[in-house]
Structure formats: C-alpha cells, structure tokens
C-alpha cells in the first residue's frame, strides 16, 4: 500500500520537475540577500510599535484565540479591529477572517446564489477562481481588464437573476490596475454588484492608503482585504455594509466554522492602520523609488510591466531561463523570485519585483546594477 503511494506522489512531483516547474520553500531572510519579492510595502511587518502593541496583548490574552468567533475566539481586539477597518475604508461595517484567501472563499461561496452569474478577470487571484469554483452560480470568465468584453458579457447575462463581477483591485503578477470607475459604471449600466479585493491596494494606494476605492473614488459593493502585505501582520476581511457583514457571519463557512485570529495579530493590525494612514508622505517615497527602478530598468532594455503599484514583472520568457536568470540575480545577492506557469502563461515568464518602504537609495542602486551585469553578460556571449 504505501509503497504504491510513495511512487505514485513521486512520479507527481516528477512530472513537475521535469516541465521545469518544480517549487521548493525559501526563506530568504536566514540569508543576508537583498529581498525584493516581499509585500511588506510600509515595512510594517518589523515596526516596533506594532510589535510593542502584539506583545502586551501576546501577554494578556495567550498565543491564541482559542475559537470561532461565533464560540470562545471573540475580544475587544477583534471588535476594535473591525471598527477600524470600516473607519479606514469608510464603510458601515467589516468582518474579519482568518486571511485573505478565506475571505474570498467566504463571500464568493455565499453570496451569489444558484441562477446568478459571476464574472471574473481571466487574471484573478487563486483564492478568487476557488471561490468560484464553491458557488452555486455560474462563472463567466471575461478577458483581462478588458471592458468590451466585460460589457459583453453582462449583456449576455441580462436573464440571469444576478450579476455580480469580481476582480483584483491590483493583479499581483501583473502589477497593473483594475479600471474600478469603469467597472462601477458598466456595473450600474448593467445592474450588477461588484466585488473587489484589494490584497495589494490597502495600505499603498490612495492618499490616505485606503486603496483602490480611494485610488478611483469609488464604492464598490464588497471590499476584500488582506492583512498580510502592506498591512504587515496576518488575516484578512471584507469591508461593506452592516447588513454585509450580519449575511456573512451567517452564511460565510470560511468566517464561521475558522478559529478566529490571534488577539495579539489584531491588535498589531490595529495600530499598523492608523500608523497607514498617518503614511503619507512614506506612500510618495515609496512611489518615487518605484518610478525610478521602472525607468532605470527600460532604460536597461528590460520589458517592464505594470501600473502605478509596488509590483514590478520583468518578462524574461520561458521557464528555464527566467529560472536561471534568478539564479543569477541571487549570486549577485538579490533575492527575486521567476514566476513560471500555471501562476502566469507560458512565455511571460517572469522576474516579480516588489519595491519597498524598506529598501535604501543604495539597494535600489545595487538592484539596478545586477540587472545591468546580467545584460551585458548575456550580450557579450
Ligand atoms: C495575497 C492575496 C490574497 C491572499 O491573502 P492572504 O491573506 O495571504 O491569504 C488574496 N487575493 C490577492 C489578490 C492576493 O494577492
């Protein structure tokens, strides 16, 4: 019997290695490496007065929480915490969840019903397609970004009891934008509710850090958001109205039947959003040195994707190069990940760069540097 199992989990994994694809765990911070990979935008995740506020409450409520939220796992952090969030996307009401992923799983499983329609962005993030894949509904995939099709599609969906469309508010491998105002315009046009998740907009975009909604003015239905980029701790939510928040305590399976979040986590959560939107002039730094890597880089001859956000693709191409191109970047002490497929298509690969808070005028510089060494080696042979 287990014989039989090994080979077969072998033979898995060698499949994998043998498309190049093959993942192994990193932990790049035992390593003196330069990171730039991490979606610790603000630095956040090693300030000191979120790591005071998570300590005195480490200290009063224990390691863990102990249970749902709807059993033994509710405290006043959690409470605070939520008010804050809703303060700071100024909405009625958020409700907490034990990440980002789960709460994607909570709304998208639960709030479309069988009849309705989701439509989502080709490039949406995993915990999205799964979510999809949970609900009743049926899902209508449109092109990315694209709002011809969008609007397409809605058409299309005229006969279904709802339409709701779902998106990332910044596509993490892509780093660009979701045009929202659009969205919420072909939304009232076509009498659909919107879903956004924010994962990579809370904390960065918007003058006041806010996100997207702030970025674009907008209000969308539902606002998912994760904890653990810029914010720099763990867990995740969902922002909207109170009656939002009462459907989704009582429906959402990922928020009921989870061990509610560390007390400790929220109340380091809690000073971290006050600490963001206090940010500003960090967030018009942060913006300055990703501009500049940007320019540097095409200046370079690198194709450079992506919007205004902290996340920078340079497309390499296939699999094995941009592989080996990682490698180079780490013998030159740069820590930068290739994303390969099924995380982005066959041919785009990539190098995913993400600048920080964190980062020195002298990191960027060396960054820029290993780039241009690896150029000039590659054209001199
Ligand atoms: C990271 C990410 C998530 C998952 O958030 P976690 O809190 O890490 O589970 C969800 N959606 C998007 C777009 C993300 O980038």
């Known amino acids: 019997m287990e014989r039989t199992f090994d080979s077969w989990l072998s033979e898995r994994v060698t499949k994998v290695k043998e498309k190049g694809l093959h993942r192994t765990d990193i932990d790049v911070n035992q390593r003196k490496r330069l990171v730039f990979s991490s979606n610790n935008y603000l630095g956040l995740a090693r300030d000191e007065q979120l790591i005071y506020a998570a300590e005195t409450i480490l200290h009063q409520y224990g390691t863990g929480s102990t249970g749902s939220r709807l059993t033994t796992g509710n405290t006043r952090w959690h409470e605070l915490l939520e008010k804050k969030l809703a303060s700071f996307k100024q909405t009625e009401a958020s409700l907490l969840f034990s990440s980002g992923y789960l709460a994607n799983i909570g709304v998208l499983s639960s709030l ?16 999205i397609i799964d979510g999809c894949r949970l609900s009743k509904a049926k899902t209508v995939v449109y092109q990315h970004i694209h709002m011809d099709d969008l609007e397409r599609k809605l058409r299309d969906a005229q006969s279904h009891q709802r339409r709701f469309i779902v998106t990332d508010a910044v596509f993490s491998m892509d780093g660009d934008l979701a045009p929202l105002d659009q969205i919420m315009l072909l939304a009232k046009a076509y009498d659909a509710y919107v879903i956004v998740d924010d994962a990579h907009g809370t904390g960065v975009l918007g003058e006041r850090g806010r996100g997207a909604s702030e970025h674009f003015g907008v209000k969308p239905d539902v606002m998912i958001g994760t904890l653990s980029k810029a914010v720099g701790t763990e867990g995740g939510f969902v922002a909207g109205s109170k009656l939002l928040r009462e459907f989704l305590l009582n429906h959402a399976r990922t928020y009921i039947f989870q061990t509610a979040l560390s007390p400790s986590i929220c109340a380091a959560s809690y000073v971290a959003i006050d600490l963001i939107e206090q940010g500003i002039e960090t967030r018009k730094s942060l913006k300055l040195r990703v501009n500049e890597v940007k320019t540097r880089l095409k200046e370079l001859g690198y194709d450079v994707k992506g919007d205004e956000t902290p996340i920078i693709p340079v497309i390499i191409g296939g699999a ?24 982005v298509p066959d041919g785009e690969c990539r190098i995913r760069l993400t600048v920080t808070a964190e980062h020195s005028e002298a990191d960027i510089i060396k960054l820029i540097n290993a780039f241009k060494l690896i150029k000039e080696s590659k054209v001199s042979m």
């Open 112 to 127: 479309p019903e069988a009849g309705d329609v989701i439509l989502s962005d080709e490039l949406n993030h995993a915990s």
């Open 320 to 343: 094995e190069e941009t592989v080996s191109f990682s490698k180079k970047l780490q013998d030159l002490n740069i820590f930068a990940p290739a994303i390969r497929p099924p995380t």
